[in-house]
């Protein structure tokens, strides 16, 4: 078997399938955390989740929850844990989302993203770590 053969055989593929997807959802949970702080403020944060339905306070878990979760699924830790424990931040963005339709595109955002995000996060969550994982270095 040469060394291409040798890196896409069925195991290796797939661990590093499983690091591809990890590390796209860690820099796009990574990405929205950071958003909220440095783009649309905090408190405008906390206003948009009063302005649909949430209570404003909820801002601030779900920051922390999408900071610490991307940080988390970038490195590799406890990715089943995170990637299962980030499905209800999901659901809430799903909620806001659902009214305006399909396609994210449109007005107001629709819901396809967020499908797609609760979906790959599922896909996630049966993978497991991938390669080069932190969890995989603390299991020796």
Do not use: C
């Not at 399938?17 to 990574?30: E, I, N, P, T, Y």
């Not at 490195?75 to 009214?99: C, D, E, N, Q």
Request: proline share 5%; glycine share 12%; no cysteine.
């Amino acid at each position: 078997m040469n060394r291409v053969e040798t890196i896409l055989s069925v195991p290796r593929s797939a661990e590093l399938a499983a690091l591809m997807l990890r590390l796209g959802l860690g820099a796009v949970f990574l990405a929205h955390a950071l958003a909220k702080p440095l783009v649309y403020t905090l408190p405008g944060t906390v206003a948009f989740f009063a302005a649909s339905g949430f209570p404003g306070w909820t801002a601030y878990p779900v920051f922390l929850a999408e900071l610490l979760g991307g940080a988390a699924l970038l490195a590799g830790l406890r990715t089943r844990l995170i990637s299962l424990l980030l499905l209800p931040v999901m659901i809430g963005a799903l909620l806001v989302h659902l009214p305006n339709g399909w396609m994210f595109a449109g007005q107001g955002g629709g819901w396809e993203y967020v499908a797609f995000l609760m979906i790959a996060l599922g896909a996630q969550a049966l993978l497991g770590d991938g390669a080069f994982a932190v969890s995989r270095l603390q299991r020796g």
